[in-house]
C-alpha cells in the first residue's frame, strides 16, 4: 500500500459490540440492519477490502446476536460500536 502501515481493525473475533447503524443516506441492502439497531452482538469474523485507489481499507464484520433468536449479520465498521468505551 504504497508503503504505507495497514490499518489494524476497530473489533476483534470474540469481541462484544452493540449494532448502531449510520444516520445517512442508504441502500436497500443497509436498511436490513436498521431492525437490529440497540442490540448487542459478539464479532464472529472480520474481513477488509480495499477502496478502488487502495488507498483505504474497509473492514466489514460478520456479527452474531446474543439475543434468543442468534442471527447473523454482516456490518460495515461505522456500524458497530464497543459496549467498552
Do not use: C, W
Not at 445517512?24 to 477502496?51: H, N, Q, R
Request: aromatic share 12%.
Amino acid at each position: 500500500m504504497n508503503g504505507d502501515t495497514v490499518r489494524a481493525p476497530k473489533f476483534h473475533t470474540g469481541q462484544r459490540v452493540i449494532i448502531n447503524p449510520v444516520k445517512a443516506e442508504k441502500s436497500p441492502g443497509d436498511a436490513a440492519i436498521d431492525l437490529f439497531a440497540g442490540k448487542t452482538a459478539t464479532v464472529e469474523d472480520y474481513y477488509y477490502i480495499y477502496s478502488p485507489d487502495r488507498r483505504q481499507i474497509f473492514y466489514i464484520y460478520t456479527v452474531k446476536l446474543t439475543s434468543e433468536e442468534r442471527k447473523e449479520l454482516v456490518a460495515h465498521e461505522d456500524e458497530l460500536r464497543s459496549i467498552f468505551t
